[in-house]
């Protein structure tokens, strides 16, 4: 892995890496931790919602049937944790490895968010043990700004969440950059008055798109804590617990009407 790309090849994989494979032709990235054995522990939208709760493993379409490993596929109901084998998890996509550590002048030439951050990440024994936690317990519901796929890696790595995930994005160097880059780009048209050159406003531009993508890594901000994955698996059973209890209030008061 380098400056120009973090591809890596698969006899290079440990347990506890983090990784993910570009989908779409380079749209999007999708994230994971690899655990060993050929297994990578993945957050994505849930699918069939309407299927039977007594099944634990579920597939969204004969493509996610593999032919390999029976339990590839394994999820635990209503939840969007998934493990998947390597191949399953790559759909022949390329391989590419996180980094974790980089200095700021490094973070800042990744042009593209979700390559690397400058929080330190924990022993390999704490990222498994967070992941296969979290593959029973879930992760939340998803949401592609504030709770995705590089936010469940991020976690599993580091143990770091926002105190206050209510406003802004989450953890997620790509959610960064889909926010940073129009927003660099109506902060700096005032330039355009004072710049002359369009070469000059690009620069501008880039500058503050970088700079807004390193204000929101969770190794620089300030609002970041450690949390336990038990404790955070608590905390999202009380959130659907609470959930489930406005839903039956609203029904309640829905039927007092009719």
Known sequence: MGLLTNKMEREELKPGDHIYTYRAIFAYSHHGIFVGGSKVVHFRPEHNPMESSSSSISSSSSDDICSIFPDCGFRQPDSGVVLSCLDCFLKNGSLYGFEYGVSPSVFLTKVRGGTCTTAQPDPTDSVI???????QNGFGNYDIFKNNCEDFALYCKT???????????????????????????????????LIPSPIGVATVTAGMYCMSRYATDIG?????????????????????????????EEDSDTDYVR
């Open 129 to 135: 043990h967070r992941a296969m936690y979290l593959l």
């Open 159 to 193: 143990g770091l969440l926002i105190m206050d995930k209510l406003g802004g994005v989450g953890r997620s160097g790509q959610a960064s950059s889909i926010v940073g880059a129009p927003l660099a780009a109506l902060l700096s048209s005032p330039f355009k008055l």
């Open 220 to 248: 620089v901000r300030s609002d970041v804590i450690k949390v336990s994955v038990e404790d955070l698996a608590l905390n999202l059973d009380l959130k659907t617990i609470e959930q489930g209890g406005e839903e039956e």
